[in-house]
């Protein structure tokens, strides 16, 4: 028997590189690429951040006219709760002897026991600075109001409809006044 020898096979794998024919050039690295990046991502970052700033404007923009509105509708309830009232004060005066007095007082018994108005309103928030008032005339007037004054207190400061004043007591901003003398 002969031996054989294992020899290991080499192989030798052989890379070619091509030459890129002489009327090509070969692509080159622009030197200036490297200072558009930071260019680039400075534009981007500008953006975003006017893109976030003008978002928060009209959220800002969004909660004041959302508040104003409210504003202008509590005021109008108020308005539409003085004449509810005065309606209720013309009744009573009418039922009255020789339809000539007001309520000296205004209070469940006199408009809402009668059956004048089912509930006397309130403001719609109803604190120390934002209330109804009615005063008799002449004041003091135990033995028969002949006039009265209904004020109620606005929230909107710009308001000049008809009927709205400088702001009476214990209002701040300005006053919805009805008077019948």
Same mark, same amino acid.
């Given at each position: ?5 294992? +020899?290991? $096979? ?6 070619q590189t091509q030459e890129t024919p002489s009327n090509q050039q070969s692509p080159q690295v +622009? ?18 951040? &006017? ?42 005066? +009418? ?21 004048? $108005? ?6 719609? &928030?109803?604190?120390?600075?934002? &209330? ?25 400061? +710009? ?23």
């Amino acid at each position: 028997m002969q031996e054989t020898s294992a +020899n290991p $096979v080499q192989v030798h794998i052989a890379t070619q590189t091509q030459e890129t024919p002489s009327n090509q050039q070969s692509p080159q690295v +622009n030197p200036a690429l490297p200072t558009d990046k930071p260019k680039s991502s400075l534009k981007k970052v500008l953006i975003i951040m &006017i893109a976030v700033l003008v978002f928060i404007g009209l959220v800002f923009a969004g909660f004041y006219f959302y508040r104003i509105q409210n504003i202008k509708k509590r005021d109008g309830q108020r308005k539409a709760d003085i004449t509810r009232i005065q309606g209720a004060l013309e009744q009573y005066k +009418n039922d009255t002897s020789n339809a000539k007095y007001y309520p000296t007082v205004l209070n469940s018994s006199t408009l809402e026991k009668t059956g004048y $108005v089912a509930k006397i309103p309130t403001d719609p &928030i109803n604190t120390d600075s934002y &209330i109804y008032t009615y005063i008799g005339s002449p004041s003091p007037c135990a033995g028969g109001c002949t006039g009265y004054t209904l004020t109620a207190c606005l929230e909107n400061k +710009n308001d000049k409809a008809e009927n709205t004043t400088d702001p009476i007591a214990p209002c701040t901003t300005r006053s919805y006044k009805v008077s019948k003398p």
